[in-house]
């Protein structure tokens, strides 16, 4: 699976968008890129996934360059409650039973809102 | 809603002991993990199960061993656990494939495990 790059740190004010970068840069074409995030002290929880055309859901959308070397979580309206670690992972479709869907997690990005 | 359980939230044991932690899930996913995360070395997958009974070493799987017996249980078991097994253990899990084989894991809220 492709390596991902993140910054270690970003913060924002509360309310304001929350705009994560990640680079993939050697990802391949059936990879899938995802985002999850861990607040302190819990499981990690599942955001958003993507291969190719931006994505939007409830909690965020994830914008994917053209030639999918990068990508960005979008947190629109950011809260207190938002203050976790943002993984990206990038990982090939896993089809058939018994194959290692594992999930491979990096260091992450801390995001803070601040008040 | 997805949940995942785990047993304990914090577990204190000694060298040598039996150490058993326990994992359930509500919706019926034939995919079970376990991960532990350590600072700086992020999430790392000890066994997967795809199966009753069926198990599968991920990438750290030296002393433990795992038990699926039934479909929404999971155990990790520690032989004899040791200083260094001193850890945060996630369980997860997830629907075989999934649509356009993207299934998300959905993840317990750790057991924080202290080996003294």
């Known amino acids: 699976d492709a390596k991902t790059t993140q910054p270690t740190s970003m913060d924002c004010a509360e309310g304001r968008a929350a705009n994560l970068p990640c680079n993939h840069s050697?990802?391949?074409?059936?990879?899938?890129v995802y985002w999850y995030r861990q607040i302190h002290s819990q499981g990690p929880q599942y955001i958003i996934h993507?291969?190719?055309n931006n994505e939007t859901n409830e909690m965020a959308s994830l914008i994917i360059t053209e030639d999918r070397k990068s990508s960005t979580l979008i947190l629109p309206h950011a809260t207190l409650r938002d203050t976790a670690v943002y993984y990206c992972?990038?990982?090939?479709?896993?089809?058939?039973?018994?194959?290692?869907?594992?999930?491979?997690f990096g260091k992450g990005i801390t995001l803070s809102v601040r008040p | 809603d997805v949940k995942v359980t785990q047993s304990s939230r914090y577990l204190v044991k000694r060298t040598g002991e039996k150490v058993f932690l326990e994992c359930v899930q509500d919706?019926?996913?034939?995919?079970m993990f376990w991960y532990r995360q350590d600072p700086g070395l992020g999430l790392r997958l000890i066994y997967f199960?795809?199966?009753?009974?069926?198990?599968e070493k991920g990438d750290i799987p030296e002393g433990y061993s795992v038990s699926r017996e039934k479909k929404e249980r999971f155990s990790l078991i520690l032989e004899s656990a040791s200083t260094n097994q001193t850890s945060m253990y996630l369980c997860?899990?997830?629907?075989?494939?999934?649509?356009?084989?993207?299934?998300?894991?959905?993840f317990g809220p750790g057991t924080r495990l202290t080996v003294t």
């Open positions: 997860a899990s997830s629907v075989s494939g999934g649509a356009g084989g993207v299934a998300e894991q959905y």
């Open positions: 199960s795809y199966d009753v009974k069926m198990k």
């Open positions: 050697t990802i391949s074409g059936n990879e899938y």
């Open positions: 919706m019926d996913h034939e995919n």
């Open positions: 992972i990038v990982r090939v479709a896993v089809y058939y039973t018994g194959a290692n869907s594992k999930l491979t």
């Open positions: 993507g291969l190719k």
